[in-house]
């Protein structure tokens, strides 16, 4: 069975600081793992994904997350929040087939001008 | 070139109604996914569709069902409607032989049920 856990519901930093958003994950089998934000009244929108090869993958707008796979974790960081930064974060872990997505319960992202 | 689009965007219902909502793939995409977003939670996989059936399904009673049409276009049906259906409905749509699992989400229709 497959599950993430994404700890903190909600996470404030201000405006310039690092962002960190942490997801761990149960696989039985090697993961595949994703990142989506969501913007208020919107759908997702995918900003990076681990499937093979490189750990540390990079995404859109300046995110970037590592796969440790001892850790089991794919935390997802910025150097440098913006205001724009302000959203819903969502881990996801999918199987090698990509048939289904277990999504986390998310992370809140507040930017504090 | 036009994302995935679901209609309709707000809907409201009564208990024990039923309900239908629409979803259309991003172009070249075969496959269609169904998702229930509660508040405050995360997505939860209802069914995915290929070929015009039902190819896996997540932990959802059968009040719950779909089709796709020969367009790959998508219907996901609620009966019986209660009032813990409330939620955002998102449908999601990938490329044939999309083994990197990539999928692209439409905007959603929000479902309330009174």
């Known amino acids: 069975a497959q599950s993430v856990t994404q700890l903190g519901s909600h996470v404030s930093v201000s405006e310039g600081a690092l962002v960190l958003l942490r997801c761990n994950y149960s696989?039985?089998?090697?993961?595949?793992l994703f990142w989506y934000v969501q913007y208020p009244n919107q759908g997702l929108q995918l900003l990076l994904k681990?499937?093979?090869?490189?750990?540390l993958v990079k995404g859109i707008n300046g995110f970037e997350a590592e796969f440790k796979k001892s850790e089991t974790s794919f935390h997802l960081t910025k150097p440098s929040a913006h205001m724009s930064d302000a959203a819903e974060y969502f881990c996801a872990v999918s199987e090698n087939t990509g048939n289904q997505f277990y999504f986390g319960t998310g992370t809140s992202l507040t930017v504090i001008p | 070139d036009a994302g995935v689009t679901q209609s309709p965007t707000h809907l409201i219902k009564t208990r024990g109604q039923q309900v239908t909502l629409r979803c259309s793939p991003k172009?070249?995409?075969?496959?269609v996914s169904w998702y229930q977003q509660a508040l405050g939670q995360g997505p939860q996989f209802i069914f995915q569709?290929?070929?015009?059936?039902?190819?896996q399904r997540g932990n959802f009673p059968d009040r719950f069902s779909g089709h796709q049409f020969p367009n790959y276009s998508s219907e996901l049906n609620v009966n019986a409607l209660l009032l813990g259906d409330s939620a955002l409905y998102l449908c999601?749509?990938?490329?044939?032989?999309?083994?990197?699992?990539?999928?692209?989400f439409g905007p959603g229709t929000r479902l309330t049920v009174t």
């Open positions: 999601a749509s990938s490329p044939t032989g999309s083994f990197l699992g990539e999928q692209y």
């Open positions: 696989s039985s089998v090697p993961p595949y």
């Open positions: 681990y499937t093979t090869g490189a750990t």
């Open positions: 569709y290929y070929e015009e059936e039902e190819r």
């Open positions: 172009s070249g995409h075969d496959t």
